[in-house]
């Protein structure tokens, strides 16, 4: 099995290239900027918005990684088209996001989540809870902030997340691929503990030895923090759903899906913050 890893170079897709490759299986990293081939990975030139590079960068694989498009309405029309047009594709892992499968079927994400399952393949639905890299590895999102004026900027109240290490995604990709039994099924995969963004910030100032705090900021605060990034209007509004989901507390409930896929325990805030907030692994 060659396994085509999409979003490959981004923070679940690169520890998905680092934990099929552990696994023994030939890669093919796809993204827009792909770095050189190193071992069995295979780095190659992948965009969704130009189809010329589609059949190209599959290649050989006969199985995918998925992570679809964010905040694009017709990310369910392109991904049906790309599944279409790859006949020798018979293996799909979807990475979606918890609570997808309770939104309508019109709800964008779910529709991708449709796609998959009406491609006629083999199909597995993985949907992972917040990562924890968002806060040292996501600019946007949160990483900036933090690193400039020591703000987790973040409206969420006390609403709680069971936020998980893309590793633990990347375990689970493996299992659900490299295993029989998980066709047509969905996983949610979440850390062992759910904490409040105030909580998270309180972590992070401990182990850093910085001061950090969570600004609970209102809607119409958020918004104007992420428009100052610069970031497209699309991606701001995606951003304010997802906080609305939180609020909503969507991300709270943990899970053993992980546990049940691994035998393994999943890892915690604590250990993710020791091993990146530690003064001598500056973020
Ligand atoms: N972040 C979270 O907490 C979270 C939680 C649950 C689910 N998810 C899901 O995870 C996904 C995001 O994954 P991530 O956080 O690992 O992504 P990421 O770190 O934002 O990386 C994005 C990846 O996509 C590639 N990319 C961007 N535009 C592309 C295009 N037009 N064509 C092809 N490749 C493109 C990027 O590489 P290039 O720029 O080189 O192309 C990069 O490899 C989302 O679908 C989200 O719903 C995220």
Same mark, same amino acid.
């Given at each position: 099995?060659?396994? =085509?890893?999409?979003?490959?170079?981004?923070?679940?897709?690169?520890?998905?290239?680092?934990?099929?490759?552990?696994?023994?299986?030939?890669?093919?990293?796809?993204?827009?900027?792909? *770095?050189?081939?190193?071992?069995?990975?295979? /780095?190659?030139? !992948?965009?969704?918005?130009?189809?010329?590079? =589609?059949?190209?960068?599959?290649?050989?694989?006969?199985?995918? @990684?998925?992570?679809?498009?964010?905040?694009?309405?017709?990310?369910?029309?392109?991904?049906?088209? @790309?599944?279409?047009?790859?006949?020798?594709?018979?293996?799909?892992?979807?990475?979606?996001?918890v609570g997808v499968d309770r939104t309508s079927d019109d709800a964008p994400r779910r529709a991708v989540e449709l796609a998959v399952q009406?491609?006629?393949?083999? =199909?597995?639905?993985?949907?992972?809870?917040?990562?924890?890299?968002?806060?040292?590895?996501?600019?946007?999102?949160?990483?900036?902030?933090?690193?400039?004026?020591?703000?987790?900027?973040?409206?969420?109240?006390?609403?709680?997340?069971? !936020?998980?290490?893309?590793?633990?995604?990347?375990?689970?990709?493996?299992?659900?691929?490299?295993? #029989? *039994?998980?066709?047509?099924?969905?996983?949610?995969?979440?850390? &062992?503990?759910?904490?409040?963004? *105030?909580?998270?910030?309180?972590l992070l100032a401990k182990v850093s030895g910085r001061p950090i705090v969570h600004v609970d900021a209102t809607p119409e605060e958020h918004?104007?923090?992420?428009?100052?990034?610069?970031? $497209?209007?699309?991606?701001?509004?995606?951003?304010?759903?997802?906080?609305?989901?939180?609020?909503?507390?969507?991300?709270?409930?943990?899970?053993?899906? !992980?546990?049940?896929?691994?035998?393994?325990? /999943?890892?915690? &805030?604590?250990?993710?913050?020791? #091993?990146?907030?530690? /003064?001598?692994? $500056?973020?």
């Amino acid at each position: 099995m060659t396994v =085509w890893i999409e979003g490959a170079t981004g923070k679940a897709g690169r520890r998905v290239v680092d934990a099929l490759t552990a696994a023994g299986l030939p890669v093919r990293a796809a993204s827009r900027h792909p *770095g050189e081939p190193n071992g069995s990975v295979t /780095p190659v030139r !992948f965009d969704w918005y130009d189809e010329t590079t =589609w059949a190209p960068a599959l290649g050989d694989a006969d199985a995918v @990684f998925l992570k679809g498009l964010d905040s694009d309405d017709q990310a369910a029309t392109i991904i049906t088209r @790309f599944l279409g047009a790859a006949p020798a594709v018979r293996r799909v892992v979807l990475m979606s996001a918890v609570g997808v499968d309770r939104t309508s079927d019109d709800a964008p994400r779910r529709a991708v989540e449709l796609a998959v399952q009406n491609s006629g393949k083999r =199909w597995t639905i993985l949907r992972p809870s917040w990562f924890l890299q968002n806060f040292d590895e996501d600019e946007w999102v949160f990483a900036r902030a933090l690193r400039e004026t020591g703000e987790l900027y973040a409206g969420s109240g006390e609403s709680r997340a069971a !936020f998980t290490d893309t590793r633990d995604l990347a375990g689970a990709a493996v299992a659900v691929m490299t295993e #029989e *039994g998980h066709d047509g099924r969905g996983y949610t995969i979440t850390g &062992p503990e759910s904490l409040t963004f *105030g909580e998270v910030a309180e972590l992070l100032a401990k182990v850093s030895g910085r001061p950090i705090v969570h600004v609970d900021a209102t809607p119409e605060e958020h918004r104007k923090h992420f428009e100052e990034s610069g970031r $497209p209007k699309e991606w701001v509004d995606h951003m304010l759903h997802l906080f609305k989901l939180v609020r909503a507390g969507v991300f709270a409930p943990v899970t053993h899906d !992980f546990e049940h896929l691994t035998g393994k325990a /999943p890892r915690t &805030p604590q250990a993710y913050a020791e #091993e990146t907030w530690r /003064p001598t692994n $500056p973020t």
